[in-house]
């Protein structure tokens, strides 16, 4: 007799359940609010598009939110990919060079800055920063605000009154809104304006559904355990891959350097430390910044490939599906330095602010607390960490000084406790324990 396995985890079915749910209460439900938590990878993009044309579908116009101009162009891409009839409308700023060339070829998509030369199409899409500035249009019945956690409740105030209901999609593990000033004196408060839009709005209206994603695309089966226990240990997620979906492998063989190893362990395993003695450093180290250099240059000179779902065959890997992830602006500058002296080009290399909501098959880091005599509340953020974890498809490695589990025990926390204020878990501390813990089982050592 053929016993069937009923518990066998269907990650397609599972996210379609899901999917189903928030557009029923999107389309059909009478709260003023619908909000959607997503970890990364897990379809939030997919799910803005989808919503957006079933809402334009049931005769129901709307505007859509988003954070900046680089993620409003690509939702207009992504509707016109999905729906090139969909009549869209681009709201712009009146800066030089407002929004990407590339909607120009797009027929079905109408291009402005005032949005009253827009209303009447199906969707109108802008940035928060630009629609806080629209009057005397009448108010949209629906709008879908994309990225919502990384709005400030002060940008949501700004644009309440143009719609009657809303969808907030984010990533809640994400950055904290960022702010250009001090909010100390508004900490605690139920209208703190640097707190995220869907906190503040939670806060006031705790009745409004809630659902999650529960099915990361991105994330390989190797990655995806740890970034949902270490970030998100409330609203777990699976891969929606298995752990022979997808492979790297290397048409080189390893030459017995660190970076090699390094990468070696990380096409085996999908993790890999490259831990240089233990020091305190300048932030921009140039020992480790050299040692990103190589295993980016070594990727390449190893002629890489990748093996997933995506694709029949293996596919080379490319600098642009490579990416160099730092803490800091002045890093990413050495980084590129660095790579630039070794001939190597294309690659992305930026800040965890920037690589947000971005993805790559390989990604390699430089952890924040690298060489470090302290351990500031910056670059304890779980959204930095978390991001900088959460980039790749098939293998993430992490330069690192060693040293950093014994500044995390040695410098424990000192900032102010404010009352009314909630507490993020998990805290730094534990987040950059449980990472470092599991990095360790993958560590290569190396002397430059």
């Not at 709307?62 to 680089?70: E, F």
Request: aromatic letters at 4%.
């Amino acid at each position: 007799m053929t016993v069937v396995n009923e518990s066998v985890f269907d990650p397609g079915a599972a996210a379609d359940r899901e999917v189903a749910a928030i557009l029923h209460n999107t389309l059909h439900g009478s709260h003023r609010g619908v909000v959607v938590d997503s970890p990364p990878g897990a379809g939030k993009s997919t799910l803005v598009v989808r919503a957006a044309r079933e809402l334009a579908a049931a005769g129901r116009p709307l505007m859509v939110v988003a954070q900046t101009n680089a993620q409003v162009d690509d939702l207009v891409v992504r509707l016109a990919e999905k729906d090139s009839e969909l009549p869209v409308g681009r709201l712009h700023s009146n800066d030089p060079d407002p929004y990407d060339k590339a909607l120009d070829a797009l027929p079905n998509v109408r291009k402005s800055a005032k949005a009253a030369e827009l209303t009447g199409l199906d969707v109108v899409i802008s940035t928060a920063a630009k629609w806080a500035h629209v009057q005397g249009v009448e108010p949209w019945r629906h709008a879908i605000v994309d990225e919502a956690y990384q709005m400030r409740s002060d940008a949501l105030l700004a644009v309440a009154g143009l719609f009657e209901r809303a969808l907030f999609v984010g990533d809640p593990g994400q950055l904290d809104p960022f702010s250009t000033v001090g909010a100390e004196q508004w900490a605690g408060l139920s209208y703190d304006p640097s707190a995220s839009a869907v906190s503040t709005l939670l806060a006031h209206n705790p009745d409004l559904p809630q659902h999650r994603l529960p099915v990361s695309w991105r994330l390989p089966a190797s990655a995806a355990p740890l970034v949902s226990d270490a970030f998100y240990p409330y609203t777990k997620f699976r891969s929606g891959t298995g752990q022979d979906d997808r492979r790297l492998t290397f048409g080189v063989p390893s030459d017995g350097s660190g970076p090699d190893r390094v990468l070696d362990e990380a096409a085996a395993s999908g993790w890999g430390l490259l831990e240089l003695p233990a020091r305190h450093t300048p932030r921009t180290d140039p020992e480790a910044v050299r040692a990103v250099a190589l295993v980016v240059r070594r990727l390449l000179d190893r002629d890489g490939a990748t093996l997933s779902e995506r694709a029949d065959g293996p596919v080379r890997l490319t600098a642009d599906r490579i990416a160099v992830g730092t803490a800091h602006r002045d890093q990413a500058a050495a980084v590129r330095a660095a790579l630039a002296e070794l001939g190597v080009s294309g690659v992305s290399v930026d800040t965890a602010n920037r690589l947000q909501g971005r993805e790559f098959d390989v990604t390699v880091v430089l952890h924040p607390l690298s060489g470090r005599p302290d351990a500031t509340a910056f670059h304890l953020e779980t959204g930095r960490l978390c991001v900088l974890a959460s980039r790749h498809r098939h293998a993430c490695i992490v330069v690192c000084r060693a040293g950093v589990t014994d500044l995390l025990d040695e410098h424990p926390s000192t900032e102010p406790v404010q009352l009314g204020v909630t507490i993020k878990f998990p805290d730094g501390w534990e987040a950059n324990h449980a990472v470092l813990a599991h990095l360790a089982e993958h560590r290569v050592t190396w002397r430059p």
